[in-house]
């Protein structure tokens, strides 16, 4: 991309998941036990519940946000598959702008309700990717 | 003393039947080929998956199905996918039974550094800031002593903290301890090593009651 891009990391991971699924269902902060007493309780605000130290979270949205979905219809409901679910569910509720990359575009309609992972009403776009090239880092085999 | 297989023998004793259980990077993988026979566990990756199975045979390679360690594995008949909010609700919401997990350094508060070395290591810290801060039972799978021979059993972590005050049992090549208010208490000794060889590799402080037993492997 011409200009550049910053990419800033926080640290934490399954905090900052949390933050991205509170940003995008409309809360604004939360309490977790996560990091405190460590580099990065930085200056958050601790409190104890149930005799146990927790860092307040603020919740976190984004202008766009990008998933991947193996299934989705025309109305961007869409479904996972296996771990490839993972950070996707939540991110798609918390961008302004959702765009899902599908490996299947089905007709809406075609999906069963009680299947779907992300419903249509978060997702703005949706395309159908091609020519996938499925890098697996550690093949790991048994014998037969 | 024992080799990693050995460690990882020796923590599959702490598990019972029926348990849920986590098993970090590294030695804590090796757990579940020590699982007794006729004992069901059930394995959890936090990436997603409750029930992780066998490596797959070559023709079932999935992309989408792999472990934390980016390696591909299968899943068990009955197991379930799920997102990281619900993987991470079973860890934090103390659902999961044991969490074996390694570390760098282990304090004799039980502190723990697992995750970054300044100037070599500084990746993400994955689920561990979570795992270690809320999970119900936690074991640390480590060597003793580092690959210069220092004490990876310390009066207090130098390395960045995962988490504070967290850790009860270690299970080291050399013996297994647990963290006491008192500091480190050594509970088991590796098959042929002495209590003075521990005591020499450990920094914290050490406490010896009575006979020390050998680890039974």
Same mark, same amino acid.
């Given at each position: 991309?011409a $200009?550049? +891009?910053?990419?800033?990391?926080?640290?934490?991971?399954?905090?900052?998941?949390?933050r991205?699924?509170?940003? $995008?269902? $409309?809360?604004p902060?939360f309490f +977790?036990?996560?990091g405190?007493g460590?580099?990065?309780? $930085?200056?958050k605000e601790?409190?104890?519940?149930n005799g146990k130290?927790?860092?307040?979270?603020?919740?976190?949205?984004?202008?766009?946000?990008?998933?991947?979905?193996?299934?989705?219809?025309?109305?961007g409901?869409?479904i996972?598959?296996?771990?490839?679910n993972?950070?996707?569910?939540?991110?798609?509720?918390?961008?302004?702008?959702?765009?899902?990359e599908?490996?299947?575009? +089905?007709?809406?309609?075609?999906?069963?309700p009680?299947?779907?992972h992300t419903?249509g009403?978060?997702?703005?776009?949706?395309?159908?990717?091609k020519d996938?090239e499925?890098?697996i880092?550690?093949?790991?085999?048994?014998?037969? | 003393m024992? &080799?990693?297989?050995?460690? *990882?023998?020796?923590i599959?004793?702490?598990?019972?039947?029926?348990?849920y259980v986590?098993? /970090?990077?590294?030695?804590?993988?090796?757990? *579940?080929?020590y699982?007794p026979?006729?004992m069901?566990?059930?394995?959890?990756s936090?990436?997603?998956?409750?029930?992780?199975?066998?490596?797959?045979?070559?023709?079932?390679?999935?992309?989408?199905?792999?472990?934390? /360690?980016?390696?591909?594995?299968?899943?068990?008949? /009955? *197991?379930?996918?799920?997102?990281?909010s619900a993987?991470?609700?079973?860890?934090?919401?103390?659902?999961i039974?044991?969490?074996?997990?390694?570390?760098?350094e282990?304090?004799?508060?039980?502190?723990?550094?697992s995750?970054?070395?300044?100037?070599?290591?500084?990746?993400?810290m994955?689920g561990?800031?979570d795992?270690?801060?809320?999970?119900?039972n936690?074991i640390?799978?480590? @060597?003793?002593?580092?690959k210069?021979?220092n004490?990876?059993?310390?009066?207090?972590?130098?390395?960045?903290?995962t988490?504070v005050?967290?850790v009860?049992?270690i299970?080291?090549?050399?013996?297994?301890?647990?963290v006491?208010? @008192? /500091?480190?208490?050594?509970?088991?000794?590796?098959?042929?090593?002495?209590?003075?060889?521990?005591?020499?590799?450990?920094a914290?402080?050490?406490?010896?009651?009575? &006979?020390i037993p050998e680890?039974?492997?």
């Amino acid at each position: 991309m011409a $200009g550049g +891009v910053d990419i800033v990391y926080p640290p934490e991971n399954e905090t900052l998941y949390q933050r991205i699924r509170a940003g $995008g269902a $409309g809360i604004p902060a939360f309490f +977790v036990p996560a990091g405190f007493g460590t580099e990065v309780q $930085g200056s958050k605000e601790v409190r104890e519940f149930n005799g146990k130290m927790h860092l307040m979270e603020m919740g976190m949205t984004a202008d766009f946000a990008i998933v991947k979905a193996k299934y989705g219809d025309t109305h961007g409901n869409l479904i996972y598959n296996k771990v490839a679910n993972n950070f996707n569910q939540a991110m798609a509720t918390a961008g302004r702008i959702t765009i899902a990359e599908v490996e299947e575009l +089905v007709p809406f309609g075609s999906l069963d309700p009680n299947h779907i992972h992300t419903p249509g009403v978060f997702v703005q776009r949706i395309f159908q990717g091609k020519d996938y090239e499925k890098r697996i880092e550690f093949v790991t085999t048994r014998n037969k | 003393m024992i &080799d990693k297989n050995g460690i *990882a023998k020796r923590i599959a004793q702490e598990l019972r039947d029926g348990y849920y259980v986590n098993l /970090g990077i590294g030695i804590p993988t090796l757990v *579940a080929n020590y699982i007794p026979e006729g004992m069901e566990v059930i394995l959890q990756s936090e990436n997603g998956l409750l029930g992780i199975g066998p490596f797959p045979l070559a023709e079932d390679v999935d992309p989408d199905l792999i472990n934390t /360690g980016k390696q591909t594995v299968t899943a068990v008949p /009955g *197991a379930a996918f799920f997102d990281s909010s619900a993987s991470f609700a079973m860890i934090r919401g103390g659902h999961i039974d044991l969490t074996v997990l390694g570390a760098f350094e282990v304090s004799e508060k039980g502190d723990i550094a697992s995750w970054k070395v300044p100037g070599k290591l500084v990746k993400g810290m994955g689920g561990a800031m979570d795992l270690v801060a809320a999970a119900k039972n936690i074991i640390v799978a480590m @060597q003793h002593t580092d690959k210069e021979g220092n004490s990876k059993l310390l009066k207090a972590c130098t390395l960045p903290l995962t988490g504070v005050n967290c850790v009860k049992r270690i299970i080291t090549d050399l013996a297994v301890v647990d963290v006491t208010p @008192q /500091g480190f208490k050594l509970i088991e000794r590796a098959p042929g090593v002495t209590v003075e060889e521990i005591k020499k590799a450990t920094a914290g402080t050490l406490i010896v009651e009575g &006979d020390i037993p050998e680890m039974n492997l």
